[in-house]
């Protein structure tokens, strides 16, 4: 009950699991001289996220199924050298509130013996784990938030950050569209924590592409009405128009801007979006628009296949959060038959520097200083109209690893 | 549901306690309340227990105004958030044992709950909770710019736990527990001293007959004031006790959201029964934590239901039903015997 | 100069708006006495039931316009019928946390039924685009909302002062047992009163569709202000509302324009200097509540 009392039986389970370690070392772990040195004979993870508020779609329950997939795929591969004989899946519903994803994440950790937690989308939440993850020295691997304080102030040994941060959406958008001939900018951006990391990374990366910033305007966060904003966007006659708004407010501003003269004469380019956003406005609102993608679906044959697999669960095609629960699953397993244990340091050691390819993660590299998961990215426009449902964007560009990632995130100090 | 009809307010605090001072069943009562405080982490997982005490007294807080001065503030997330930030800052800046945090966190709540109580105040009934509401909606949105200070929607991560230096306190949820109860007690207390104080008398006097308070030379206003800041304080203690035992505090707790889940345990739990708040904040703290890992995933739906049901159908709460069932019990037995 | 003018242009547009949305919340308290805490998920299903229609049936905006009040209407007049009604005789604040447990409930049945990323809907043909009036750019859709807000606003009022309903409906508020004493039922007027303010914030709801992102959640923030709204105008009075919502909606743009940083905290600040000088708002009657 008590985590004192987690210790102890954690301890008599290793011991015992160690003295009945029988089988065969697993293909995968040749240096750890046996398999099955996992607390409680099993791998339990946990996925902490939002299953009821603004992040439902884009990751959600169906996160779940992406997971599953993991196990199955993790299964086939190493049979029965698999290190982990049992697998199992806890989830809970943080509901957007950081205590109750703080609560959850102890509760994971310390009762329901989750050796790692997965996903957790909005930033209070994702760094309040974060500290319990340090705090537990249990692994922790972020995938729905976008903050960069997870691989900066906030980082320690036993947190990753998979799919995506703000920093890295500038580069990919702003400095691409910079470069191809989008050079006079504005941006209105929403005036809260990320909207303002945002309307900083953008200029400070269309200034280093060779554009300049006429004005970035705060607006109030939430808000319903941006006439006022739009209005000022377009003084000067900019040929981009940047937004740095997220979720409800990124759909109201687009709606207006669409009834505004702005439409057409120049191009939206938005901070963050995610494809269910695309969805639930439709296609034709945002058709032309600009954005960077961590993953998308009908990108290539691979991630094609694993969307097919993906739509025979969960009747949808998977957002790029769902593919990287899926990668983060399973290079996690990979890391824990590599170890042969699921003891945390030993798996993040198997981590670290580790260099993947897999359906998610094109050039991935499991960057040792800061624990950002780097990998390729992508520049996608929104088509016009869509050949089938969920079938939204064109892919402009990928944008390669080290050009959307650049160095370690210097206020990172790993301890 | 004839009956309730007829009663223009339901708030049935006048009637006097059944149970005389001196009734051996009162203490015996208090030790099995003390006995659940002590044993709750052992049943419940000890942050959600904290959880519970720490929004117990929350609701008491609300209490104090709603069932004893005739006030329901929908607002109360200023004071709780507020002091949940202040606390954070205090000890992750200062770093002084985490009591000592908490408590500079309710003064500094007692200290913004003055002037919007004066403002507040000028407004009785259900303007009384429009304005509040909309002044812990200004606070909202002054924490989410005051970034530099709160961390905007990031929250304010990773405040130290200090205590002494005692590590079991420090980093061990089950031994924080007895400490942040023994805060949280010392709250209830207060709450209860003031009910049954002079000062608790006027109140009542104020919420059941301003007009007549007032020609009996009372200052209305500044009781109620007074109240105000005296229950912001006890919301402060309930939320910088939460802000240290979750090492941070976010916007979520100044969300309007929290005002209005804070007033959903006060009814639940019985207006002007003042015990109620602990009963209704173990409900609903447990309830939504069991459904947040059940995959159930309308837990609106639940939590508004139980609102609905309770304002249309049990509106004395848990611990008020409960009050009369036993009042009525124990009155028709003292009745039989006199027969 | 003319960028003021825009300014004020597009505050007086969102201003219309809310004062049309706040018109039903006036009119609800003023003859029932009820703050009706679910105004704004009743505005949110006005525009989610649009957005259902028109993916559904193919039903476009302007019957729309006609068909979602009636259905609101109906809604209210269950609501009343089935809840409200129960609580009538009590303190107001027992309605006040009623309706606040159905905004619970309905915002998350529409999150089940509909998802969270919201709904599509487009601005309906002929109101797209722009206009220029010099150097003044409006979109032709706010000018059409805001006018449409106007005009509803002022045949509510006429409705009010001018009909024989009106001055029962008025006399109801301001005397009801003098209303009683002439012979008049005053409680046949209470259901149908409810259901036309629901229907007013499912009209708000219609009117949002085309403008604004379609989601459980939107009516959460927009009830804040709607009783920012009231509270400046004084509650229970129907021209309070009108003239709050312009004033809100104008302090709201200047606030964007020249002091992005406290647009929102402007509403708040006025709020609070109405309730410090004139405590019953600027056109309410004294203690109503």
């Known amino acids: 009950m008590r985590s004192r009392t987690v210790q102890g039986t954690v301890a008599i389970a290793a011991t015992a699991s160690l003295a009945l370690a029988a089988c065969g070392s697993g293909a995968g772990g040749p240096q750890s001289g046996g398999s099955g040195k996992l607390t409680d004979d099993k791998i339990v993870i946990g996925l902490l996220n939002d299953q009821s508020g603004v992040y439902k779609d884009l990751s959600g329950p169906n996160s779940k199924t992406a997971i599953e997939l993991a196990i199955a795929d993790y299964k086939a591969k190493y049979g029965d050298k698999a290190v982990a004989k049992t697998i199992e899946i806890v989830t809970a519903d943080h509901q957007n509130k950081a205590d109750v994803a703080n609560s959850k994440a102890q509760e994971m950790y310390d009762r329901q013996k989750a050796d790692i937690i997965l996903d957790v989308p909005n930033s209070a939440a994702a760094l309040a784990v974060a500290t319990q993850a340090a705090n537990k020295k249990k692994l922790y691997i972020n995938i729905g938030a976008g903050t960069t304080k997870l691989t900066g102030e906030s980082c320690n040994k036993y947190t990753f950050h998979w799919a995506y941060n703000t920093a890295m959406l500038a580069r990919g958008t702003a400095g691409t569209i910079t470069k191809e001939g989008g050079t006079s900018w504005n941006i209105v951006y929403p005036d809260y924590a990320f909207g303002q990391d945002m309307n900083k990374s953008f200029t400070k990366e269309v200034t280093a592409a060779g554009g300049s910033v006429g004005q970035s305007i705060a607006s109030p966060f939430p808000s319903d009405n941006f006439a006022t904003f739009i209005t000022k966007a377009g003084e000067g006659s900019p040929k981009v128009i940047g937004s740095m708004h997220a979720g409800g407010d990124l759909i109201n501003f687009v709606k207006q801007f669409n009834q505004s003269s702005l439409k057409g004469k120049a191009q939206l380019a938005v901070g963050l979006m995610f494809i269910t956003d695309i969805h639930s406005l439709g296609v034709d609102q945002f058709a032309g628009t600009q954005f960077t993608d961590a993953w998308y679906w009908n990108f290539d044959d691979q991630n094609k296949k694993w969307a097919d697999r993906f739509k025979e669960k969960t009747n949808t095609r998977p957002s790029f959060a769902h593919a990287a629960n899926y990668s983060a699953a399973m290079n996690y397993l990979e890391a824990v038959q590599e170890a042969g244990t699921d003891d945390a340091d030993a798996v993040v050691g198997k981590l670290e520097g580790k260099k993947i390819n897999d359906v998610f993660l094109r050039n991935g590299e499991v960057r040792k200083a800061d624990h950002a998961v780097t990998h390729d990215v992508y520049l996608a426009k929104v088509k016009s109209s869509a050949p089938e449902e969920w079938d939204y964007e064109d892919i402009v560009k990928t944008i390669p690893a080290a050009e959307a990632y650049g160095e370690a995130n210097p206020a990172c100090k790993m301890g | ?323 009369n069932v036993l009042r009525r019990y124990v009155l028709d037995r003292r009745k039989r015997a006199r027969d | 100069m003319s960028a003021f003018l825009q300014y004020t242009l597009q505050g007086l547009a969102a201003g219309g708006f809310y004062a049309l949305s706040a018109l039903g919340l006036a009119v609800i308290f003023g003859v029932l006495g009820v703050v009706n805490f679910s105004h704004g998920a009743c505005y949110m299903l006005g525009a989610v039931i649009s957005a259902v229609l028109l993916a559904e049936l193919h039903v476009g905006f302007w019957v729309a316009l006609v068909v979602v009040p009636i259905l609101m209407f109906g809604f209210g007049v269950l609501m009343e019928r089935l809840l409200v009604r129960w609580l009538l005789a009590l303190d107001p604040l027992y309605n006040f946390l009623l309706t606040f447990g159905l905004t619970l409930i309905l915002v998350e049945a529409v999150k089940q039924k509909y998802g969270v990323s919201g709904l599509p809907y487009e601005v309906p043909a002929g109101l797209g685009g722009q206009v220029s009036i010099g150097s003044v750019n409006l979109s032709v859709y706010a000018i059409f909302a805001c006018l449409f807000s106007v005009v509803v606003c002022v045949a509510v009022g006429l409705l009010l002062t001018k009909t024989r309903i009106g001055m029962i409906v008025r006399a109801s508020t301001e005397a009801p047992e003098r209303t009683r004493a002439l012979g008049i039922n005053v409680g046949r007027w209470v259901t149908p009163v409810f259901g036309f303010g629901i229907a007013l914030a499912g009209l708000a709801g219609v009117l949002a569709a085309p403008t604004r992102a379609i989601t459980a959640e939107m009516g959460s923030n927009f009830i804040i202000i709607l009783f920012a709204v009231v509270v400046i105008g004084g509650l229970g009075s129907i021209l309070g509302a009108v003239v709050a919502g312009f004033l809100v909606g104008l302090v709201e743009a200047y606030g964007i324009a020249y002091a992005p940083t406290y647009a929102q905290i402007v509403i708040f600040v006025l709020m609070a200097l109405v309730v410090l000088v004139r405590p019953s708002g600027l056109f309410g009657r004294e203690e109503v509540a």
């Open chain 2, 1 to 323: 549901m004839s009956e309730q009809m007829t009663a223009k307010v339901d708030v049935d605090l006048a009637q006097p306690s059944i149970l005389s001072r001196r009734n051996p069943l009162r203490y015996l009562m208090l030790l099995g309340g003390l006995a659940v405080l002590v044993l709750l982490p052992y049943w419940i997982y000890p942050p959600v227990a904290m959880d519970i005490l720490c929004w117990g007294l929350f609701a008491i807080s609300v209490d104090l105004l709603l069932g004893f001065t005739g006030l329901l503030s929908f607002g109360h997330a200023a004071f709780w958030g507020g002091s949940a930030y202040c606390t954070g800052l205090i000890a992750t800046h200062w770093g002084v044992p985490f009591p000592v945090a908490v408590v500079g966190g309710a003064v500094f709540a007692m200290l913004i709950a003055w002037p919007i109580g004066y403002l507040s105040v000028r407004r009785t009934g259900i303007y009384f909770a429009m304005v509040t509401l909309a002044f812990a909606q200004m606070l909202y949105f002054i924490a989410n710019q005051a970034r530099d200070l709160t961390g905007g929607e990031n929250g304010l991560q990773g405040i130290p736990r200090s205590f002494f230096g005692i590590e079991l306190v420090e980093e061990d949820s089950f031994y924080f527990y007895y400490v942040g109860a023994a805060m949280i007690l010392v709250g209830i207390f207060i709450a209860w001293r003031v009910v049954n104080s002079p000062f608790g008398r006027v109140l009542t006097a104020v919420r059941d007959n301003p007009a007549r308070a007032r020609a009996l030379g009372y200052d209305v206003e500044r009781f109620k004031i007074k109240a105000f800041v005296i229950s912001a304080g006890l919301a402060g203690l309930a939320g910088g006790v939460f802000a240290i035992s979750h090492q941070f505090a976010s916007l979520q707790e100044l969300m309007w959201t929290t005002s209005g889940k804070v007033v959903l345990v006060t009814v639940l739990g019985g207006i002007g029964t003042l015990w109620g708040g602990l009963v209704g904040a173990g409900v609903v703290v447990t309830l939504e934590d069991f459904l947040a890992s059940s995959g159930f995933e309308g837990i609106g739906l639940i939590t508004g239901s139980i609102f609905v049901l309770i304002v249309l159908l049990f509106r004395h709460g848990i611990w008020g039903t409960g009050r």
